[in-house]
């Protein structure tokens, strides 16, 4: 077992080293206010569209 776990351990570790993470862009304007609070909206926004089931109309078929 303790083979195994070494094993995996090194492979993890070696993931790990290859993984890349993206950074944040530096911000454009001069508010980081500005900056922060528009990530904070972009990260609410939802790219599917948001129907309740009163809203949706069926095609007849």
């Known amino acids: 077992m303790q083979a195994l776990y070494e094993k ?14 993206k950074q944040m862009a530096l911000p454009s304007c001069g508010s ?4 922060f609070s528009g990530i904070s909206a972009a990260d609410s926004v939802s790219l599917n569209r948001q129907v309740s089931s009163s809203q949706q109309h069926y095609l007849p078929g």
């Open 8 to 21: 995996l351990e090194s492979e993890l570790e070696a993931y790990l080293n290859n993984v890349k993470v």
């Open 32 to 35: 980081k206010d500005g900056y």
